[in-house]
């Protein structure tokens, strides 16, 4: 190994003990270069007096250069270490040396002999000799932490690529819970639009047939099936084709939703009014008689010819009035109001009901 110095040459001393002492100091500073030799660390040692800095063996080989090739000074170091990390590296030396004591640590990358750059640790310390105070020498060490130092970075750089992924993964989340609670109350809109359409009529917005049949059930069961009174009454607008023909649909329709309000605003809160179809119109009267029910379909018939609809549209109904008999469906019910209104509708603008 070229690198390993040949020891001291002897020089005899007149006193045996001081000589025995010399070959011992000799000795271990052989030991001493011999270690330095082998070791795979760098050292360096910075004699502030001179101005001059040695580096160990291990320190060339670690960056590949003859040691004549890197001047023996700091700043000879300084010009190899990479470029984004000089400056950083020069403050925190100069605060170390501002400091006269303890030690500083610094990991950065530094120049090889072929160009490549190898992230190193380099620590140094503050060396005092014999009894003076001011220090002398500054020595350090330089140790090669590249593959460690690869695998913080590039974990470094897998966590930054984690928390980016987390962020968007986050952001994602947000939207898609957005558009879901955005489509899900677009869906419980649209369902209770479905729920409303399947028990109304979407033009008058009263309830439709279907729903009208099933209140009918209930109230028969209540009024076990005719003990207690109830009441049917259908009516008709009279000649309703006409006011179409005369001033539009969209017309005629405004008139069937002025008609089906009016009639709603005169109804008891426990009767049940409906659209049975077209221009025809039904009520269901519980507990009531049907000299009350008659009264009530004069009323409603004489109050709507009195009314003047949109555009000063007037109009006239025909009704019939029907009590459930004891034991009677309530499709024999409807049946029979409708006769009723059959028989209205040969003069018009009147009320039929028989017992
Ligand atoms: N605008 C509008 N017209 C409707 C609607 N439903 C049914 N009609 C109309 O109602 C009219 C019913 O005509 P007809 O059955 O001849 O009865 P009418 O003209 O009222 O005559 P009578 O009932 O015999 O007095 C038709 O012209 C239908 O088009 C609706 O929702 N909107």
């Known amino acids: 190994m070229s690198h390993i110095p040949p020891p001291l040459p002897d020089v005899s001393l007149p006193d045996p003990a001081a000589e025995d002492e010399l070959l011992f100091l000799r000795q271990r500073l052989h030991t001493l270069e011999l270690a330095m030799g082998i070791l795979e660390e760098g050292f360096w040692d910075?004699?502030?007096?001179?101005?001059?800095v040695w580096r160990s063996p291990g320190f060339y080989r670690m960056l590949g250069y003859a040691a004549e090739a890197v001047p023996d000074t700091p700043e000879g170091f300084l010009r190899l270490i990479h470029p984004e990390d000089r400056e950083r590296v020069a403050r925190l030396f100069s605060e170390f040396l501002q400091r006269g004591q303890g030690t500083c640590v610094a990991e950065f990358r530094c120049k090889l002999a072929d160009g490549r750059y190898l992230w190193v640790e380099d620590e140094a310390f503050?060396?005092?000799?014999?009894?003076?105070?001011?220090?002398?020498?500054?020595?350090?060490s330089l140790k090669d932490v590249h593959k460690r130092k690869l695998a913080e970075l590039a974990l470094r750089h897998?966590?930054?690529?984690?928390?980016?992924?987390?962020?968007?993964?986050?952001?994602?989340?947000?939207?898609?819970?957005?558009?879901?609670?955005?489509?899900?109350?677009l869906?419980?809109?649209?369902?209770?639009?479905?729920?409303?359409?399947?028990?109304?009529?979407?033009?008058?917005?009263?309830?439709?047939?279907?729903?009208?049949?099933?209140?009918?059930?209930?109230?028969?069961?209540?009024?076990?099936?005719?003990?207690?009174?109830?009441?049917?009454?259908?009516?008709?607008?009279?000649?309703?084709?006409?006011?179409?023909?005369?001033?539009?649909?969209?017309?005629?329709?405004?008139?069937?939703?002025?008609?089906?309000?009016?009639?709603?605003a005169r109804m008891r809160q426990t009767d049940t009014f409906a659209r049975w179809g077209?221009?025809?119109?039904?009520?269901?009267?519980?507990?009531?008689?049907?000299?009350?029910?008659?009264?009530?379909?004069?009323?409603?018939?004489?109050?709507?010819?009195?009314?003047?609809?949109?555009?000063?549209?007037?109009?006239?109904?025909?009704?019939?009035?029907?009590?459930?008999?004891?034991?009677?469906?309530?499709?024999?019910?409807?049946?029979?109001?409708?006769?009723?209104?059959?028989?209205?509708?040969?003069?018009?603008?009147?009320?039929?009901?028989?017992?």
């Open 46 to 52: 910075w004699d502030l007096a001179s101005g001059r």
């Open 126 to 140: 503050w060396v005092t000799q014999g009894e003076r105070v001011s220090p002398l020498r500054v020595i350090g």
């Open 158 to 185: 897998k966590s930054f690529q984690l928390e980016n992924l987390n962020l968007q993964l986050e952001n994602l989340v947000r939207r898609r819970t957005r558009e879901l609670e955005r489509a899900n109350a």
């Open 187 to 264: 869906l419980r809109t649209q369902l209770a639009e479905i729920t409303r359409l399947s028990t109304h009529d979407s033009l008058t917005e009263l309830y439709n047939r279907r729903k009208f049949e099933a209140v009918l059930a209930d109230e028969l069961e209540k009024s076990g099936q005719g003990l207690k009174p109830l009441c049917l009454l259908i009516f008709d607008i009279d000649y309703f084709k006409r006011i179409n023909d005369q001033y539009g649909h969209p017309v005629g329709d405004q008139v069937l939703v002025g008609l089906a309000r009016w009639v709603t």
């Open 278 to 355: 077209g221009e025809e119109f039904i009520l269901l009267l519980p507990r009531t008689r049907r000299e009350e029910a008659w009264g009530l379909a004069e009323r409603l018939r004489e109050g709507l010819a009195a009314e003047a609809f949109t555009q000063a549209v007037r109009l006239t109904v025909s009704m019939g009035v029907a009590q459930l008999r004891p034991g009677e469906t309530g499709e024999s019910l409807i049946s029979r109001a409708d006769q009723y209104l059959y028989q209205a509708k040969l003069s018009r603008n009147c009320s039929v009901s028989h017992p």
